[in-house]
T-cell receptor, first 111, second 118 residues
Framework: GQQLNQSPQSMFIQEGEDVSMNCTSSSIFNTWLWYKQEPGEGPVLLIALYKAGELTSNGRLTAQFGITRKDSFLNISASIPSDVGIYFCAGHNTNAGKSTFGDGTTLTVKP | GAVVSQHPSWVICKSGTSVKIECRSLDFQATTMFWYRQFPKQSLMLMATSNEGSKATYEQGVEKDKFLINHASLTLSTLTVTSAHPEDSSFYIC??????????????FGPGTRLTVL
């Protein structure tokens, strides 16, 4: 089946720094989604991307749908301690009717 | 908008008993709901896709007689773990995709259910 490579696996950064993470796939997706999950909670949708080349922002978060439809990145600017969590990318294939999730990027922000 | 609830949020049960978990889309209709299982520090593992009014589609390796899924309405899907054993202990999360509109490819997740089988 389809697989996503999400990197980096983990990040340890200082408060105020910018963060970048990405996902790549050998397959094309119709939609790219980025979620954040905190301990003991379900993932929360951060940004949804529906068109190749689309660049979307949500506050300090910016994500892009790669032009090849096989990749996406998420940037977080000026990180703060509450950004701590696991960030998952997901690619959705409309024909398959389901999403494929990356393994997650664990973000730690030092005050 | 796009709120999904799960009940219960946590449950402890004895080995051999069955446990039912409910997933509801509160402010939208969802033809399709998904059930995931997540082990500590791991990604989401799709167990099955639940379609309203039809049988669920299970992923390879997931026992359909063990994990019974019912999607009786456009806002409710249930997962029943039958004859639960300690190895079934996990974090179960559901998600729902809106039936219509721009975001039909988007999944909105519930808060999860922590199952502990003694």
């Amino acid at each position: 089946g389809q697989q996503l490579n999400q990197s980096p696996q983990s990040m340890f950064i200082q408060e105020g720094e910018d963060v970048s993470m990405n996902c790549t796939s050998s397959s094309i997706f119709n939609t790219w989604l980025w979620y954040k999950q905190e301990p003991g909670e379900g993932p929360v949708l951060l940004i949804a991307l529906y068109k190749a080349g689309e660049l979307t922002s949500n506050g300090r978060l910016t994500a892009q749908f790669g032009i090849t439809r096989k990749d996406s990145f998420l940037n977080i600017s000026a990180s703060i301690p509450s950004d701590v969590g696991i960030y998952f990318c997901a690619g959705h294939n409309t024909n398959a009717g389901k999403s494929t999730f990356g393994d997650g990027t664990t973000l730690t922000v030092k005050p | 908008g796009a709120v999904v609830s799960q009940h219960p949020s946590w449950v402890i049960c004895k080995s051999g008993t069955s446990v039912k978990i409910e997933c509801r889309s509160l402010d939208f209709q969802a033809t399709t709901m998904f059930w995931y299982r997540q082990f500590p520090k791991q990604s989401l593992m799709l167990m099955a896709t639940s379609n309203e009014g039809s049988k669920a589609t299970y992923e390879q390796g997931v026992e359909k007689d063990k994990f019974l899924i019912n999607h009786a309405s456009l806002t409710l899907s249930t997962l029943t773990v039958t004859s639960a054993h300690p190895e079934d202990s996990s974090f179960y999360i559901c998600s729902a995709s809106p039936t219509s509109g721009y975001s039909t490819d988007t999944q909105y997740f519930g808060p999860g259910t922590r199952l502990t089988v003694l």
